[in-house]
């Protein structure tokens, strides 16, 4: 079991810059694959990228790729999302999540634990 937590959410313009954080405490994060997911008002929780910590490779949803970047920090107890050029349409709830998986990273029911979530406002 690991237990995730959220940070660094706000209030940003457009064009501006967010870090979050998802921290961890129980199991180590070394074992999991982390999950970056947003979800909008009225809108389905949707994939923002994701982090494979057995092979250190990361994925990124098309909407963000160039923008968003997944980072570790060196003590391995949290995984980041660094938020760049932040557009109103990335206004969300963003959640960490964790998973045993390999494949299917998008997917959110793939992952077995979600932290509460993080209220991200983009203004134009």
Known sequence: ???????????????????????????????????????????????VGAFRWSRGDTYYADSVKGRFTISRDGAKTAVNLQMNSLKSEDTAVYYCAAGDIFTNLRLAGQYDFWGQGTQVTVSS
């Open 1 to 47: 079991q690991v237990q995730l937590v959220e940070s660094g959410g706000g209030l940003v313009q457009a064009g501006g810059s967010l870090r979050l954080s998802c921290a961890a405490s129980g199991r180590p994060l070394v074992t999991y694959t982390i999950g970056w997911f947003r979800q909008a008002p009225g809108k389905e929780r949707e994939f």
